[in-house]
């Protein structure tokens, strides 16, 4: 008798135990943060090499990789590549994001979405000039937007806090804090590439 009722008194910390609470899923994601940067930063390589294209045997070509933002919603990073002997600069977007598991361990998944100068300049440009026009009431009467350039579409809602991108399979929120930083910092590097002093 006293075992069955030491068990039944038992069963709901087990139970407990096991149970997935979304605040934990939270914090797992903030631990990520930190690392964030660097592991977009050592994901792309593959992607920009296949992007600005291979070498023959023992050729060297020289790249510069800089980290722009990374999102606090830990779902979008962003940086900048340069690589002079190709004539290529631009803007790498890392898409990030995790999927908790029935085995109560988490998943993540990445993809990179490298553009050329001239489609990082659209971008930048197509989304500052849209929300300009929305804080002049040009959309007066509607709470959200959307709109593509490419194979990205992005989202914004009234209060303008975060953005969403639809890339593939991602769907990923990118605040315009972080939009507003990464604009700047590439703008930067552009005008040390122009100076010659990347």
Same mark, same amino acid.
């Given at each position: &008798? +006293? +075992? %069955?009722? @030491?068990?039944?008194?038992? @069963?709901?910390m087990i139970g407990f135990g096991q149970s997935i609470d979304n605040s934990d899923f939270s914090r797992q994601q903030k631990l990520w943060w930190p690392q964030r940067i660097e592991a977009a930063k050592y994901q792309s390589i593959k992607h920009l090499i296949n992007k600005l294209g291979k070498e023959e045997d023992k050729v060297v070509t020289p790249i510069r990789i800089e980290a722009l933002s990374s999102d606090n919603s830990g779902e979008i990073t962003t940086l900048f590549y340069n690589c002079d002997k190709k004539h290529k600069a631009g803007l790498i977007i890392g898409f990030f994001n995790a999927a %908790?598991?029935? /085995? /109560?361990? !988490?998943q993540e998944n990445s993809n990179f979405l490298i553009l050329d100068s001239e489609q990082t300049k659209t971008l930048l440009q197509s989304i500052d000039r849209i929300g300009d026009k929305w804080d002049k009431n040009d959309y007066y009467g509607n709470n959200s937007i959307y709109f593509s350039i490419d194979e990205l579409t992005i !989202? &914004?809602?009234?209060? +303008?806090?975060? &953005?969403?991108? !639809?890339?593939r399979d991602f769907d990923s929120d990118w605040s315009f804090t972080s939009f507003n930083r990464t604009k700047k910092r590439y703008e930067k590097y552009l005008r040390k590439k122009a100076k010659g002093k990347i």
């Open positions: &008798m +006293k +075992k %069955l009722l @030491l068990i039944l008194l038992c @069963l709901p %908790l598991l029935e /085995s /109560s361990t !988490f !989202f &914004m809602d009234r209060e +303008k806090v975060t &953005m969403r991108l !639809f890339w």
